[in-house]
């Protein structure tokens, strides 16, 4: 089984709906990041939490919520879709308590909205 | 700005062939480094993370370095094969003062391919 876990793995969804992305772990890391990747753009924050307490806007988190539910998990939220949040969406965790461990990558969600 | 670039952008190569991946980075003021590759459709897996202090890790048939004075890392990869074909990645990690995070930066790639 994968230490991190994405669900759903694909979505296509419509302008407007409210969309909510899952990561779950099973690494034990404080630290989880949401990530979104676009062709031509590479990799770009979005969101990202320390600990439950500690979450953070990272460079692109307009349009995006976040909520970390437990240690374990941490849930990305588009209240209302849009077309260009068409992408890849990444959830990753990191080793340790500082910025020096290994970042950890799930398997990706791919969202589409029309 | 931190700015990664790699080189080349894609590359194909017969089985068997020892191949070296760059990235260079504009700004040394890292943390660290990281390399991962990237199946299509797939995550980014983890291969080496080289701390700023580090000149080189090695796993297996792969090694790469860092030259943090010139911007610079390398992944070698020994003894190609066609399962070595992906996307690889590196991404680098700059420094931010007192409890900031810090900026991962990824680079766009390099596409590989080994053919049989």
């Known amino acids: 089984d994968a230490d991190v876990t994405q669900t759903p793995r694909n979505r296509i969804t419509k302008t407007g709906k409210r969309i909510m992305l899952e990561c779950s772990q099973t690494?034990?890391?404080?630290?989880m990041y949401w990530y979104r990747q676009d062709p031509g753009l590479g990799l770009r924050l979005i969101y990202y939490?320390?600990?439950?307490?500690?979450?953070n806007k990272g460079e692109i988190s307009d349009g995006y919520s976040v909520s970390r539910q437990a240690q374990a998990k941490f849930s990305l939220s588009l209240e209302s879709a849009i077309p260009n949040q068409t992408a890849l969406y990444f959830c990753?965790?990191?080793?340790?308590?500082?910025?020096?461990?290994?970042?950890?990558f799930g398997e990706g969600s791919r969202l589409t909205v029309l | 700005k931190q700015e990664v670039t790699q080189i080349p952008a894609a590359l194909s190569v017969p089985e068997g062939e020892n191949l070296v991946l760059n990235c260079s980075f504009t700004?040394?003021?890292?943390?660290?480094l990281q390399w991962f590759r990237q199946d299509p459709g797939k995550g980014l897996t983890s291969l080496l993370l080289?701390?700023?202090?580090?000149r080189e890790q090695t796993s297996g048939r792969l090694n790469a370095s860092l030259d943090k004075s010139s911007g610079r890392s390398t992944l070698y990869i020994a003894a190609s094969q066609p399962g070595d074909s992906a996307t690889y990645l590196c991404?680098?990690?700059?420094?931010?003062?007192?409890?900031?995070?810090?900026?991962?930066?990824f680079g766009q790639g390099t596409i590989l391919t080994v053919h049989p």
């Open positions: 690494k034990g890391h404080d630290r």
């Open positions: 990753a965790t990191r080793t340790g308590q500082d910025d020096t461990g290994e970042l950890f």
């Open positions: 991404a680098v990690y700059l420094r931010a003062g007192g409890t900031s995070y810090g900026k991962l930066t």
């Open positions: 700004d040394s003021a890292i943390y660290n």
């Open positions: 080289i701390q700023s202090s580090q």
């Open positions: 939490s320390f600990d439950v307490k500690d979450i």
